[in-house]
């Protein structure tokens, strides 16, 4: 539902990076979401393309990586992973897990740039 | 041209985070516990919050709340009947409070300065996935459920009630005619955050409240304010 922020923010961010190249062109962001961070894949793509218009991330790929819920268990004295986000225990011991280590993550990771080379440029 | 990538590892509400933990940080400073209200629309947050202003007034505490819906002040002049200071945020279609919201908010407000408040309610536009990704600087994060809405809302929308510090069921005082399975929605709000404090309510009748007022006491001396 709030998706289009969350692009928008992304957009800016991007935007702000990029400037410091000059003439780039935006291929690629690669997003890391996390299991508990709220957001839907489709609808970040839908709003992707609309928030990117007139920009320089316009035309660009939006990759997004889902990364899990991992808790640290107390009782097994290690960070485990959940399968899903219906039950907070430990797969292993079933023991309830009070500590998020992992997926509220949403982050952009990184940045692919086309950048035009110095010849070019002065050509 | 040459491509390059370019690590960025940047959070998307960075800028959000950021004032939050300015406005954690003045809250602290000023020694008011601030709390952020969760819920569906329709739970019963005003209602729930109308009674807790009202006898924490009477017990002689210093309160005040913002509340955020999209449009209206409804809930503000509702709420501002308990002779609290009240400020409607209307959101004019977005679906959350952001900290943004809140700072220009607490900026300007007649009569109403941090350091004359015990505790700052926040009232949240009612959304159960949104307000779940957004700081306002909140020492507790109430997630409200009431009987009416089925057992599993926990397991439905897990993000808000995993970030939750506690978590109050409303409208007890029709639970039976709800055929509302107590027990059931007790065990899925301890799956999604195991351990935490669940009141159970009814701002109509009274009922669970002074539990209620107790462990806003007891929040309140934990931090020293």
Redesign the interface.
């Known amino acids: 539902m709030h998706e289009l922020s969350i692009v928008a923010s992304i957009v800016d961010t991007v935007t702000e990076s990029v400037a410091a190249y000059k003439g780039a062109r935006v291929v690629e962001v690669r997003l890391r979401v996390g299991a508990l961070a709220s957001v839907v894949e489709d609808s970040l793509q839908f709003c992707f393309g609309i928030a990117t218009e007139g920009t320089a991330l316009e035309g660009s790929r939006l990759v997004v990586k889902m990364v899990p819920v991992v808790m640290w268990c107390s009782v097994c004295q290690a960070e485990v992973e959940l399968d899903g986000v219906q039950s907070f225990r430990c797969p292993r011991c079933t023991e309830p897990c009070f500590d998020l280590r992992q997926g509220r993550e949403l982050e952009i990771e990184a940045i692919e740039i086309d950048e035009m080379n110095e010849v070019e440029e002065t050509v | ?15 959000n985070d950021e004032l939050a933990a300015g406005l954690r940080a003045s809250y602290a400073a000023a020694g008011v516990l601030v709390l952020n209200l969760v819920s569906s629309p329709g739970t019963g947050k005003t209602a729930f919050l109308e009674w807790t202003l009202r006898e924490l007034r009477t017990r002689g505490a210093r309160v005040a709340a913002l509340v955020g819906d999209l449009e209206t002040d409804n809930d503000a002049r509702r709420l501002a009947a308990s002779g609290a200071p009240v400020r409607q945020i209307n959101t004019h279609g ?3 409070l952001d900290a943004e919201m809140i700072g220009k908010h607490l900026d300007g407000w007649e009569g109403v300065t941090l350091g004359g408040l015990d505790y700052l309610f926040i009232e949240n536009v009612g ?1 159960l ?2 307000p ?2 957004y700081d306002l600087g909140e020492k507790i994060r109430v997630a409200l459920l009431s009987v009416t809405e089925g057992e599993d809302k926990p ?1 439905k929308y ?3 009630f ?2 939750a510090d506690a978590a109050v069921i409303t409208k007890m005082d029709i639970a039976e005619p709800c055929g509302f399975d107590r027990e059931l929605a007790l065990r899925n709000i ?6 935490m404090r669940i009141f159970e309510t009814s701002a109509k009748k009274g009922t669970g409240m002074d539990e209620w007022l107790a462990y806003l006491d007891e929040e309140r001396k934990e931090r020293g304010a």
Request: with cysteine; proline share 6%; hydrophobic share 30%.
């Open positions: 041209m040459t491509t390059r990538i370019v690590e960025l590892r940047r959070g998307v509400l960075k800028k977005i679906c959350h959304n996935v949104c779940s990704s397991l897990p993000t808000m995993n970030s301890n799956e999604i955050r195991p351990g």
